[in-house]
C-alpha cells in the first residue's frame, strides 16, 4: 500500500532550537517525494522536493530509502517558520500526491 | 496572473442539495488536480485533468460526484444529493506537465463546504 505518516501532530520548539519533522513512507517503487507548508492564512506551497536536494529556508530533508523515510530538518528554528507540515509521496510520477496527515511546527519566542 | 484560483471560496448546503466549484488554473498549466483535505487530515487525491481528457478518478469519488474540464482551462466539480460527510475543504492545484516530467503543483485558496 501507498502511504505516506506523519507520526506528530504539533511539534513545539523555542527559537533557536533544532527541528526534525518526521516521515515515512511506505511505496514498493522508486519515490518522488516532496515537503509542502502552509502558513496561516496561505494556500498549500512547496517547500522542497528530494530530487533538487537542496535548502530551502534553512530546511533540509534527506530521502533514506532503507528506512523508508524522508525527514524535514532546520537547524535553527525561527518563529515564522510556524506553519503545518506536510510531507507527500508522488507514486509513478503521475501527480497524484498522497499526503501525509501534517504536523503543526509551532516556534515560540 | 495571480494564481489558481477557486470560487466559492465557501459554501453552505443542506443535505440533499447539488453544489458546483469551479477552479480556474495557471493559464499555461495543462494539468488539473482536485483533492479534499477533511478537519485534522492532509489532502487526497480525487481527481486530475491532462488537459481536457479526466485522466483518472480516486475511488474517494463516489458516483455523485463529477467532475469536468471542457476546453482544457477551469474545471468544475459537482458534488449531487449532498451528505455531511462531503463537508471539507476541496482544494485544486494546477502544474504544467511535459512528458514524465513531474513540475510543481500549485494550489489554489480551497472551497470549504459545509453540508448541514
Known amino acids: 500500500a501507498q502511504r505516506v505518516t506523519q507520526p506528530e501532530k504539533l511539534l513545539s520548539v523555542f527559537k533557536g532550537a533544532p527541528v526534525e519533522l518526521k516521515c515515512n513512507y511506505s511505496?514498493?517503487?522508486?519515490?518522488?517525494l516532496f515537503w509542502y507548508v502552509q502558513y496561516s492564512r496561505q494556500r498549500l506551497q512547496l517547500l522542497l522536493r528530494?530530487?533538487s536536494r537542496e535548502s530551502i529556508k534553512g530546511f533540509t530533508a534527506d530521502l533514506n530509502k532503507g528506512e523508508t523515510s524522508f525527514h524535514l530538518k532546520k537547524p535553527f528554528a525561527q518563529e515564522e517558520d510556524s506553519a503545518m507540515y506536510y510531507c507527500?509521496?508522488?507514486?509513478?510520477?503521475?501527480?497524484?500526491?498522497?499526503f501525509g496527515q501534517g504536523t503543526t511546527l509551532q516556534v515560540k519566542p | 496572473d495571480t494564481g489558481v484560483s477557486q470560487d466559492p471560496r465557501h459554501k453552505i448546503t443542506k443535505r440533499g442539495q447539488n453544489v458546483t466549484f469551479r477552479c480556474d488554473p495557471i493559464?499555461?498549466?495543462?494539468?488539473l488536480y482536485w483533492y479534499r483535505q477533511t478537519l485534522g487530515q492532509g489532502p487526497e487525491f480525487l481527481t486530475y485533468?491532462?488537459?481536457?481528457?479526466?485522466?483518472?478518478k480516486s475511488r474517494l469519488l463516489s458516483d455523485r460526484f463529477s467532475a469536468e474540464r471542457p476546453k482544457g482551462s477551469f474545471s468544475t466539480l459537482e458534488i449531487q444529493r449532498t451528505e455531511q460527510g462531503d463537508s471539507a475543504m476541496y482544494l485544486c492545484?494546477?502544474?504544467?506537465?511535459?512528458?514524465?516530467?513531474?513540475?510543481?503543483?500549485?494550489f489554489g485558496p480551497g472551497t470549504r463546504l459545509t453540508v448541514l
Open positions: 492545484a494546477s502544474s504544467r506537465a511535459r512528458g514524465k516530467v513531474y513540475n510543481e503543483q500549485f
Open positions: 511505496y514498493s517503487g522508486s519515490p518522488e
Open positions: 528530494h530530487i
Open positions: 507527500a509521496l508522488n507514486p509513478s510520477n503521475t501527480g497524484k500526491l498522497i
Open positions: 493559464s499555461e498549466h495543462n494539468r
Open positions: 485533468f491532462q488537459n481536457e481528457a479526466q485522466l483518472e
